[in-house]
């Protein structure tokens, strides 16, 4: 599209890490600061169009923040038993 060559503090990474989530049909992003967009990826390959700040949004974040937060737990190097959050024996 033609705002692909936007400057770089545009884009979302620009504010820091991403946690990111495609499930159902929707994806989410959470940035480094908390903000979080939704997503409908079957109506916009480009992902325009936020649902966050929707009805339908408001039902769906709490679920796909908590999805989030228990990969990022279970990728936890401690007290995590997921092979991709140890580094090792125990």
Not at 50 to 67: K, M
Request: hydrophobic content about 30%; overall charge negative; cysteine-free.
């Amino acid at each position: 599209p033609a705002d692909y060559h936007l400057p770089h503090d545009v884009w979302p990474i620009s504010k820091g890490p991403l946690h990111s989530l495609v499930v159902d049909g929707r994806h989410y992003i959470r940035n480094a600061v908390g903000g979080e967009v939704l997503f409908d990826v079957d109506a916009g390959y480009w992902e325009r169009v936020d649902l966050s700040d929707t009805p339908e949004g408001a039902v769906a974040l709490p679920r796909y923040r908590a999805r989030v937060d228990g990969v990022l737990r279970s990728e936890s190097p401690r007290g995590s038993s997921s092979p991709r959050g140890s580094s090792g024996p125990r």
